[in-house]
């Protein structure tokens, strides 16, 4: 039942549940690729606190509303503040008794809002009322732990027929993720510079 999941909850993540609407936050279902325009803009400023930039562009969860879409199989959900300005935006997937996380951002003026737990909440409602019984946070980071699910390993084993390939296959993911952090850098620096020209 819902009061089984909230139980399993972290005390301060099931209170951020419950102040939100208190607060004025309303959340919306979208499942048009409006919302794909406002997840993207909200995830390149979630990637510049860390300074980097998503690894994907914003036509990745587009096509994902206008091909999978039609099935059901794809859910977003807006959280709009108070003012009734979009903070915070979830993407998820779904099918059977099975549904995951997609992708989740939020404008980092807005963390104070705790916009997190909210939508976290409204994707799990809205699958669960699908017939769903398993909902993949993807990760097991301290964020996610909060919401009391159970932790799962999954193995992936690889093998190359040729041991320069692994070494290879790791220098290209070192690489990626230094490109993302030079590219978030030197952003951040002409946003840096923009400021200064107007003051």
């Keep these: 039942s819902e009061e089984e999941i909230l139980a399993r909850m972290k005390s301060r993540t099931r209170t951020y549940i419950r102040r939100a609407d ?17 997840y993207y803009e909200q995830l390149v400023d979630v990637f510049a606190s860390k300074g980097l930039v998503p690894t994907y562009g914003p036509e ?8 999978v879409g039609p099935s059901g199989q794809v859910a977003g959900h807006r959280l ?7 903070v915070a ?6 099918r ?4 995951a996380l997609w992708g ?4 980092r003026a807005a963390a104070k809002l705790h916009p997190v737990e909210p939508l976290q909440w409204a994707a799990i409602r809205y699958w669960r009322e699908r017939g769903a019984i398993s909902y993949d946070l993807d990760g097991i980071t301290l964020a996610k732990k909060k919401f009391g699910g159970e932790v799962r390993t999954e193995y992936h084993l690889t093998h190359s027929r040729h041991t320069l390939l692994d ?3 790791a220098a290209v993911r070192s690489l990626f993720y230094l490109r993302q952090r030079v590219i978030g850098g030197l952003r951040a ?7 200064g020209d107007l003051t």
């Design 80 to 86: 709009r503040d108070a003012d009734g300005q979009s």
């Design 96 to 99: 059977g008794q099975y549904a």
């Design 89 to 94: 935006t979830i993407i998820t997937v779904g």
């Design 22 to 38: 208190r607060s004025g936050l309303v959340i919306e279902a979208e499942s048009s690729t409006d919302l794909t325009d406002e």
């Design 104 to 107: 989740l951002a939020w404008y």
């Design 60 to 67: 990745r969860a587009r096509r994902l509303f206008e091909i």
């Design 167 to 169: 070494h290879g296959r």
């Design 189 to 195: 620096r002409r946003a840096a510079a923009s400021v």
